[in-house]
């Protein structure tokens, strides 16, 4: 039987971890303060910000919600993500997506400036994600895959690391990060060929393909890691990009869908959130902002 590699237990180590730090810095008077920008009424969007109210909550992190409707013009988002980049009350920002087709999202990305972009929109936080350097942060979800694999203690350097999936959210990025961790890596996708033959030879698979049963049986063997971050819907229930019942027997350890990295995800921006307010505290005098 495979070790599950539950998310609960990632986020609340995270939570206890974050809530000492921000005891820190209010007691230097800073408070730390999230940005959260949603266009319209997407229920999606809305149950990702409430989860968000909620972790800040619980470790003492401010948030304040900004609101506009879905014919908001990108002007107008720009000039509010330019005013929140200046905004020294403000330590990061999270910008719901996607946005509405009449944006030109570049534009709008670009907008914010990497030290407050706690998700990895900009160009450079993803620089620095690529250069291991830099202003901004990960993806929260290729960060959570790290914070996953280091909770449970699994160690990376020198491993065989599998990656399916090259998007710029998951693939790449968890790609560079392992790589930084001394892990050798092979980044996968639709078009590679015997892959099921290339991921048998891994230590660690990361699934990121959003597509149901990319990893199967005849994927694996015993001793592997498997960490799916996939979120697809098949017969009315939500599954990852693994086949849970075939690949879980024979592995090592796996994360489980639901209940696994997605768990750890709003943690992870928060963490970001802790950090961009410890490197404001690091350069600011907080007497100013009492």
């Not at 609960?8 to 303060?33: H, M, Q």
């Not at 908001?72 to 719901?96: F, M, P, V, W, Y």
Request: charged letters at 25%; hydrophobic letters at 40%; glycine letters at 8%.
């Amino acid at each position: 039987m495979a070790e599950i590699l539950k998310g609960a237990p990632v986020a609340n180590a995270l939570s206890a971890e974050l809530a000492a730090r921000t005891d820190k810095l209010r007691s230097r008077g800073i408070s730390p303060c999230l940005a959260v920008v949603r266009l319209g009424d997407d229920a999606g969007g809305i149950a990702y910000e409430r989860s968000v109210i909620r972790f800040c909550a619980k470790v003492g992190a401010e948030v304040k919600s900004i609101v506009y409707p879905t014919d908001c013009t990108e002007a107008r988002l720009i000039r509010r993500l330019k005013r929140i980049s200046r905004d020294d009350s403000i330590h990061g920002c999270l910008l719901l997506r996607p946005l509405p087709a009449h944006m030109n999202a570049f534009n709008v990305y670009e907008a914010l400036c990497p030290e407050k972009d706690l998700d990895c929109l900009t160009d450079g936080s993803l620089g620095s994600v690529f250069a291991g350097k830099g202003a901004g942060f990960p993806p929260c979800t290729a960060q959570a895959c790290m914070e996953v694999l280091d909770h449970y203690g699994y160690e990376l350097e020198g491993k065989n690391a599998v990656i399916i999936g090259r998007s710029l959210v998951v693939g790449r990025p968890v790609a560079m990060m392992l790589q930084q961790r001394d892990a050798t890596v092979t980044i996968c996708h639709k078009k590679t060929r015997d892959l099921a033959d290339i991921c048998r030879r891994a230590d660690i698979i990361v699934s990121a393909t959003g597509h149901a049963d990319t990893v199967t049986r005849d994927f694996v063997h015993a001793g592997q890691v498997v960490i799916d971050v996939g979120i697809n819907s098949k017969s009315g229930a939500i599954v990852g990009d693994v086949a849970f019942d075939e690949v879980e027997p024979t592995v090592a350890a796996i994360t489980p869908v639901p209940g696994g990295i997605g768990a750890v995800t709003t943690a992870t921006l928060i963490k970001h959130l802790v950090q961009s307010a410890e490197s404001f505290a690091a350069t600011e005098t907080p007497d100013k902002h009492r």
